[in-house]
């Protein structure tokens, strides 16, 4: 019959186990393989939205069709990146810029999908220079709106989400 030390040793592994593997699972659930950058790839920066609208002009009496954004990133470290149109992303710091294009994409029920992008463009030597990949995450709103509308009108809608920047 085991001791009571080993009885509590093997019933902290198993805690320990489970809790490892529960943690795995949920971070691989949390985002599908097809939004995952290239292997190899380090994080730059993991930035939030401060405060962020997808703006929708409506075409044909509906607001349907890409948005452009605007929205302020901030981290941990007080670095800011200004989103916007094309869609771009500029260092508030040092005014390295990336534009990039969505390669990938996963629905999220009442908001915009969550992305993985490529970096098709740059300028400047800071922050930014090294991104070839951002992930835009646990992303909330930011829907167009169901309402009729007058064509030309635009409809600017709060989002939210987290901006992870991967690179060399």
Sequence with gaps: MPTLKRKIALT???VVTAGVSAVTYQASA??????????????????VVGTGTQTYTCTGGKFTGSSVPEAGLF????????????PTWQSEADGSLITAAPVANSPVPGAIPELLLEVRTRSGSGMLSTVTHIQRMNT?????PATACTDGQKASVPYNANYIFWGN
Excluded: W, Y
């Excluded at 909330?140 to 167009?144: E, L, R, T």
């Design 12 to 14: 902290a592994a198993a």
């Design 30 to 47: 949390a985002e599908a393989p097809s939004l995952q950058p290239l292997a190899g790839l380090r994080i730059i920066g993991q930035f």
């Design 75 to 86: 981290d941990g470290a007080n670095r800011k990146i200004h989103h916007f149109g094309g």
């Design 140 to 144: 909330f709103g930011g829907v167009a």
